[in-house]
């Protein structure tokens, strides 16, 4: 297949720039692909949910390079060292050289372990990313990070590599389970909340279409989603500032997937309740009004999002947040709704009104 | 100790500029480090024959940080990703966060497996050298390189990745077996082959002094070297085209390190027999006089280092440079000396020169 019509967003990076491109089938489009590939050798990552979907087809449309694959376990639970360390295997036994790129094929798990073997594999070579899941068009298709997981903390251990490319195929998430589709929107929703007001009342008015995963819905949702990250990171590649606010709900989320065993929790899903949490908090602290939190739950919910955590117990939760990589020189750092559509990242909220939160939402009800 | 005398060389590299200390009892001056070390929690990495010398001398100096340590197996052997996760264990298990730093205590196997570890670790914290070795001082004290090998390739995973300062004391020199001193000077030699020829004179006229490690001469030596090295590399910091030549000598000599096993050939008794295989292949091509082939031999003589390689067969030898990080393309490019003191990358010399090279030092003599 060639010429599959497509949108484009260009994340400027100076020399490290590179294109999203957001459309049906694009995974199949040769001319495509080659017009954006240049290596010669690709290493296709991927795992044992995706290959039987979207490898072949992927291999057919490269078929002016030569590729390999390696076919990973899929789930979160692998995203480890071990795992990464096949990776590797694959790339030394085919022999690829430093002008040789590897491919992600799958979700985001994949993308990160993928983009991490590039950045350190001979100490950096090319990827290019090719998501097939709505979190990871959204979510990891911007901001150059990759990693894998330490035993005790999530992304632990990482990079930050930018990709050469990112084909979006937006036909690949109709075999997307539902828990998954709505994971992502998850993420969509706090493009919304944390950025951009017009997008979260667009939500509200699209929910249906994107539930049914119109193809325009989806496009939509999906570049201006990129765009909202790739303004934000554009500004704060690094994350010392601004960038920060794209953890919306994801301190609370870590705590919630740590606590339920990687995995059992989809990300996107912890992150929403994480978001129900700081939207509570924002709501103690005076800044954001009641109905608005009440909008955003109720939006979460038209995706069948949960917007309560488990009861894992505040205390355990507060334990395990300790850990997390944002906190910086002992202090917790959270990030806090100032309205719809603008977050702010705090460490000066008053601790009562935290501790109110997370009794709230992580201890059993009285 | 405080105030110990020392020369510093700058690193010129913007905001990620950093010193070389360099002179005697450095690692107990405790002005010296705390002028030098900003993170207030610091997780040393060192290994089993260095700890019982410097880490509590070490220890004691730092004693305005919270200093925790983990003791690692010595030997190249462990530089693998499996030892990597017992250095992210500890930073784990220490509660690390990003504002703190790992200090790499040891020679280039802990510099380079410390250096990952933090290059890594959070996507990336600051880390400080401690250099033991003479070749650590001189070699891994500038460039950012940092990595651990794969079971068929050395350094094949890692990341460029600069340290915040280098703290090079001379005196643990005095504590450094013969062969692991000579192996240093390799080197050192090799900085005066490839870019200077009064530094090759400087160290034909001091090999004595060098040897006996007084401390006049080996400051001289180490600082010369830092300063060859930061200049080659402040020209091209990413190994897009000079830099290749710090590498003279190394093609041939990875091919002696894995036909050998990874430890039994020392890295620069390695480089010091691929240095005069690289010279004999200058001299055929017609490049290099005779006579300076044999005043190179006779020098790395006088420093005890080899200058034959193992007879591991020129076909073997052929396979294994196969795999070397410095194919491009297919082509293998090699350094080569235009002269004592000028070294150039090279790829279109005569293949038959190159089979000659080595037929003579890898097959069994006729």
Partial sequence: MSH???ERVDIALGE?????LIGPHLLEDDELLSEHIAARNLLIVTNETIAPLYLRPLQTALKQQRTAAVVLPD???YKTL???SRIFDALVSERMNRDAAVVALGGGVIGDMAGFAAACYQRGIDYIQVPTTLLAQVDSSVGGKTAVNHPSAKNMIG?????RCVIADTATLHTLPEREFAAGIAEIVKY???YDPAFFVWLEEHAEALLKRLDSAVIYAVRRSCEIKAEVVGIDEREHGLRAILNLGHTFGHAIETASGYGNWLHGEAVAAGM???ADLSERLGWLPGADKQRAIALLKRFNLPVDPPRIGAERARELMGLDKKVLDGKLRLVLLRSLGKAD???????????ATMRTHFDTAA
Same sequence: chains 1, 2.
């Fill in 4 to 6: 599959q019509p497509h």
């Fill in 16 to 20: 490290r720039s590179y294109p999203i």
């Fill in 75 to 77: 789930g979160e639970q």
């Fill in 82 to 84: 071990d795992t990464l």
């Fill in 159 to 163: 990079a930050f590599h930018q990709p």
């Fill in 192 to 194: 919304g909340l944390i």
């Fill in 276 to 278: 129900v949490m700081a």
């Fill in 345 to 355: 990242v705090v460490s000066d909220y008053s601790g009562e009104a935290f501790a």
